[in-house]
T-cell receptor
Framework: GAVVSQHPSWVICKSGTSVKIECRSL??????MFWYRQFPKQSLMLMAT?????????EQGVEKDKFLINHASLTLSTLTVTSAHPEDSSFYIC???????????FGPGTRLTVL | QKEVEQDPGPLSVPEGAIVSLNCTYS??????FMWYRQYSRKGPELLMY????GNKEDGRFTAQVDKSSKYISLFIRDSQPSDSATYLC???????????FGTGTQLKVEL
């Protein structure tokens, strides 16, 4: 149990376009979902925390108007990178947690390349 | 100072060696300690999960937490080439609070 999926697994887009990444908890209800960004050979950096039905809480330095997060249901959260630029190219990973287990379950990640 | 410090490596060992991976942390409120393994271009997968101080063993893997010295360790016995990956330590206070990751140690186990 506790499987988290992400879609797409990789995406290439042109500079200035918007890209939406989906994160789904397949077999449990995720009360909280987290979005991370990871640059090559670096650790995971938390971008934002989202609770179902609430506005996301963004980490310092993360532009909330650029990285739009929607957590409309207990099994789905989306991250939209608006007006993407080459410096937004990175590996985006989501995780999901549930109230009965003190653990985050990670998705497989989405590799975004902005040309 | 980062809340969780980890030597990025890379660390290269021969097959069969015992591997020791370590982290230190500064936040006394951390109660939960994890080790994740991440293969290239993949999401992290949980290896070991420890609450408070003590040891935990799972097969070839042993996790140790010493809260008095704020030191976290992962030992891998009889290392295999398939263990080659980046190992990330992480801590958090609990209650749905955010994980704080170390930078990750890149491990290569050579034949």
């Amino acid at each position: 149990g506790a499987v988290v999926s992400q879609h797409p697994s990789w995406v290439i887009c042109k500079s200035g376009t918007s890209v939406k990444i989906e994160c789904r908890s397949l077999d449990f209800q995720a009360t909280t979902m987290f979005w991370y960004r990871q640059f090559p050979k670096q650790s995971l950096m938390l971008m934002a925390t989202s609770n179902e039905g609430s506005k996301a809480t963004y980490e310092q330095g993360v532009e909330k108007d650029k990285f739009l997060i929607n957590h409309a249901s207990l099994t789905l959260s989306t991250l939209t990178v608006t007006s993407a630029h080459p410096e937004d190219s990175s590996f985006y990973i989501c995780s999901a947690s549930r109230t009965d287990v003190n653990e985050q379950f990670f998705g497989p990640g989405t590799r975004l390349t902005v040309l | 100072q980062k809340e969780v410090e980890q030597d990025p490596g890379p660390l290269s060992v021969p097959e069969g060696a015992i591997v020791s991976l370590n982290c230190t942390y500064s936040n006394s409120a951390f109660q939960y300690f994890m080790w994740y393994r991440q293969y290239s271009r993949k999401g992290p997968e949980l290896l070991m999960y420890t609450y408070s101080s003590g040891n935990k063993e799972d097969g070839r893997f042993t996790a140790q937490v010493d809260k008095s010295s704020k030191y976290i360790s992962l030992f891998i016995r009889d290392s295999q080439p398939s263990d080659s990956a980046t190992y990330l330590c992480a801590s958090y206070t609990g209650g749905g609070n955010k994980l704080t990751f170390g930078t990750g140690t890149q491990l290569k186990v050579e034949l």
